[in-house]
Structure formats: C-alpha cells, structure tokens
C-alpha cells in the first residue's frame, strides 16, 4: 500500500488532514477501521488488493495514531460527513464501504447520506444501535488481557505485552484510545440510529463473527433487522474482529455479496 495525504475541506470544520493508504485498481473498497486503529485493517486491506482487481482506501480517522484531528472534528457523523466528502474528492464511483465496529458505525452513518457514489456497505461487527438486552461491552473499563478475550475466537494469536512496544507505538495507542473517546463520547450507541436506519434503502451486508464478546451475534442480528436491505452472516472462529482472524472467509462474503447485487442489477 501507498501511504498518501489528501486535504478534504469540510463545512462548519475547515480543511482535514487525511492519512490515507491506496492499493490496487478496479473498484473501490473503502476500509474504514475501529477503536484499534488503521492497523486492524491494514493487512486485510492489503489481501484484498492483492488477491482480486479492485481498489483499496484505508484512511486513518484523524487523531488515531500520530494524525491530527481539527477540534470541530468531535463525532462519528463527522466522520461519515468527511468520508463523503473525500468520496467526492477522489470522485469516485460504485463503493462499496466496509466498516469494523465504529468503522461500522461510521459506514451506516454514511449510507444514511445517501451519497450516490455508494453502491453498498458492510458491517463487521459494528457498534453505534443500542440494543438494552444486547449491550456492547464497555471497552473504556477493559484491561488488556479482558480485551483480548472478549474481541477474539483465540486471543492466544493475538496476545503480547503493550509495555514492550516501542514509546511511539504505545503513545499511538493512547491517542488510538482518546480519539475513540471524543468521536463516540464515551458510548458505544447513538439511540436514534436504529430508527433512522429503518428506511435505509442501500444494499447492506452484516458479517459477524461468532465469538464476539464485546457486541454478540444477538447484537448482530438487532442491527441487521434495523435494515430493510440487510443480509446477516456469522462467522465461525472469529470475534469482534473477523478480518484478521479470517481473512479470507470475509473477502469471499464481501465479493459475493456484490456480485448478488450485480446480478440483480443487470435483471
């Protein structure tokens, strides 16, 4: 991948530093990551480019590792707003917008724009309904270790010491941390976004992954019938984030689901 800045201008912000990683020629996929930062996404993001002829664009929301993010920049509507906007930008056409947990969030928000660039959405484990018998995990008061166990089918994989990282990248982690705080304010839900997603007429896609234990498949299949359009699938041996753990179960999900809608299209 190739590692670019793009200044987008948004109203009632100003310009916006983007980092943004590219891949690849065809379509275009745009990655959207979670609270862990650009890298929970990289190397699926990477796979796919490689793997089959489409464009990838994984930007970094503002704040999250050593971007900056604009004081007025302070929301997940924001984000979705900035993300049309470098759509726009970039002018592109038929994208498919893939979001993990916020990055979900950010990806419903998004398709309730309804900018015409977009031709679908995934959500992988999103967060951002509520759902009172289902609630997300508090990830605010989770340890390492907790967080580990709840997020994945085998936290073994995954498991190391944050103490041994390198001073960069544990400081990339607290700001990974505070960014999340300010863009969601501390909660994992926006109650009005159940509602407002009830006439969402864009094609949508829910993966789950069925050892989730920071937002169930209950949760899942809550935010799925939200959707009219909606398709839900679980994932076997993944948690709440299914992209690294199978990789390759997810791009044969996504890819499928858009040529179901190609052909649909074509009828």
Not at 8 to 34: F, I, K, M, N, R
Not at 186 to 200: A, I, Q, V, W
Not at 232 to 256: K, M, N, T, Y
Request: glycine share 8%.
């Amino acid at each position: 991948m190739t590692t670019v800045t793009k200044t987008v201008s948004l109203s009632g912000v100003g310009p916006v530093e983007l980092s943004l990683d590219d891949a690849g020629e065809g379509q275009a996929y745009v990655l959207l990551h979670g609270g862990g930062g650009p890298d929970t996404m990289s190397r699926f993001g990477q796979r796919l480019a490689e793997s089959h002829p489409v464009r990838v664009l994984l930007p970094t929301h503002p704040g999250f590792g050593d971007t900056t993010r604009p004081e007025k920049l302070d929301s997940i509507r924001g984000l979705a707003a900035l993300y049309i906007a470098l759509l726009d930008d970039l002018d592109l056409r038929d994208v498919t917008v893939i979001g993990n947990s916020i990055g979900g969030w950010i990806t419903a928000e998004m398709a309730l724009l309804e900018s015409p660039r977009i031709s679908g959405i995934v959500l992988i484990d999103a967060v951002g309904i509520d759902v009172p018998e289902q609630p997300v995990a508090d990830f605010f008061t989770m340890n390492y270790d907790e967080f580990l166990v709840r997020a994945f089918h085998n936290p073994d994989a995954f498991r190391m010491d944050p103490g041994s990282l390198p001073p960069a990248a544990q400081a990339a982690m607290a700001a990974n941390r505070s960014a999340l705080a300010t863009y969601t304010g501390g909660k994992m839900n926006d109650p009005t976004l159940s509602h407002r997603l009830e006439d969402l007429e864009t094609p949508t896609l829910v993966l789950w992954g069925e050892s989730d234990r920071i937002a169930s498949p209950d949760y899942g299949r809550a935010y799925a019938n939200t959707i009219p359009m909606a398709r839900f699938e679980v994932l076997a041996e993944a948690g709440h984030l299914p992209q690294a753990e199978q990789p390759d179960v997810v791009i044969r999900a996504i890819l499928s689901r858009a040529r179901d809608h190609s052909s649909a299209v074509g009828r």
